[in-house]
């Protein structure tokens, strides 16, 4: 059995949820979940709670509450609320198509916040048309207008130092970006990191 099974999903939302899950309907649970991270599993051997075999992008999300953590497939996106519809749509094409960037070179180093690649994005991309829902959510958010251009600050891929992967990208070259999305709890404030996943040159 590899179909969906939306009734199978919401039961595992109910079991890692609240009381007040337990009699709720199905839109007031699914409302509960907020977005946490993207992977590309390499391969396509997850199983999404609701039953669908073969899964290879997996979004995470997070119960406001309970603080419990699950993922989905891209075909339970449809499950939840408007908002965290859009922002799941976005990262799901972010890391399986990823954006066009144009690199411009490293961020200023702020004390606090660490230096990152700035690429330059298509105004028509989910990034930029979707802003407003995750700057509700999420600030920082690392896509910016900034000199008439839309800036995207991303993190190489893993742990590795900014000054090392530099050295295989050149300025004004154009790239396209395969990035993961994560979010990332600080004391007062709930931002979104991107993480690269892959870079792949693209003719100019
Ligand atoms: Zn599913």
């Given at each position: 059995m590899t179909n969906r099974n939306p009734g199978k999903l919401m039961a595992h939302l109910r079991k890692l949820g609240d009381e007040v899950d337990m009699n709720s309907g199905n839109s007031d649970v699914a409302m509960k979940w907020q977005f946490r991270t993207t992977k590309d599993?390499?391969?396509?051997?997850e199983e999404c709670?609701?039953?669908?075999?073969?899964?290879r992008y997996l979004m995470f999300i997070r119960h406001k509450n309970t603080r419990n953590t699950t993922f989905v497939g891209?075909?339970?996106?449809?499950?939840?609320?408007e908002r965290l519809q859009n922002m799941m749509k976005v990262a799901h094409a972010l890391i399986v198509r990823g954006v066009r960037g144009t690199f411009l070179g490293l961020t200023d180093e702020v004390e606090g916040s660490p230096t990152k690649l700035e690429f330059k994005i298509s105004a028509h991309h989910g990034l930029v048309q979707n802003i407003d829902d995750f700057r509700e959510c999420f600030n920082p958010f690392p896509v910016a207008h900034l000199d008439n251009k839309w800036i995207c600050q991303v993190f190489p891929?893993?742990?590795?130092?900014v000054y090392d992967y530099i050295e295989q990208l050149n300025i004004e070259q154009q790239y396209n970006l395969k990035l993961e999305l994560s979010r990332s709890d600080q004391d007062d404030q709930t931002g979104i990191s991107l993480y690269i996943t892959e870079c792949e040159e693209l003719p100019n």
């Open positions: 599993n390499g391969a396509a051997t709670p609701c039953g669908k075999q073969r899964i891209s075909g339970c996106i449809k499950m939840f609320e891929p893993g742990r590795e130092s």
